[in-house]
């Protein structure tokens, strides 16, 4: 493990227990496991602020859902003085697009409908995988990365370019208040980390994933 990495002591406490292969989870980071069929708020204190967020997902898929639905969301909105948000109730939201959207079956990013940044997936015979998502805040993702097991993809921009969101320190795991959007399957593991992790690092982290779950 990267003694030198920037994160915190309960970060790195974390990072040592899960390359120990024992992956509970600690309080002071995102995780939830099993999630099925259900989402739930999680306040993340400094998301609002953080210029990149990496996130880990280990997830599968209902077999027999082909539908639209959310993995996990960043709730958008305004920070005010006292440091609390208004939430404007939009959103940007790491999704199946399923067979109701252009490209099909596909995962992605989605910002509030105004579009996606997609590869193609096989979701199916509710297959678990890790996704990992490197994603900016207040910009138009230009920049975003997302990793199937391990092995960065090439994403494809559907129908034109997302709008800037502005992060809260809200994030949603399992999908959003509208229940047509929620996640359907079961989410294992999620973390999130409120920097922009090496390739090294982020790496590391995949691999004991991959080793701690029946991904394929």
Known sequence: MPSSH???LADLAFLGSILS????????????GPLTNAF???PVP????APVATIFLVFSKAAAVDSFKMM??????????????V???TRTDLCYTGTEVTPNRAIG???????????NANLANSRVVLLTAKLYNNTINNNLQLWLNGQLQNLSLYPGGLPPRTWSDTFTLGGDTNSSYTWQGTIYHARVYLDDLTDPYRAEI???LLASYPIS
């Open 109 to 119: 990013l989605n910002s509030y409908g105004s579009g996606f940044w997609t590869f």
């Open 6 to 8: 920037p994160h915190s």
């Open 72 to 85: 996990c969301a960043i709730q958008t909105g305004t920070r005010q003085a006292n440091g609390t948000y």
């Open 46 to 49: 400094g998301l609002g602020l």
């Open 87 to 89: 939430l404007d109730g």
């Open 21 to 32: 292969k024992d992956p509970r989870p600690p309080a002071a980071l995102l995780v939830s």
């Open 40 to 42: 739930q708020n999680f």
């Open 206 to 208: 995949e691999q004991v």
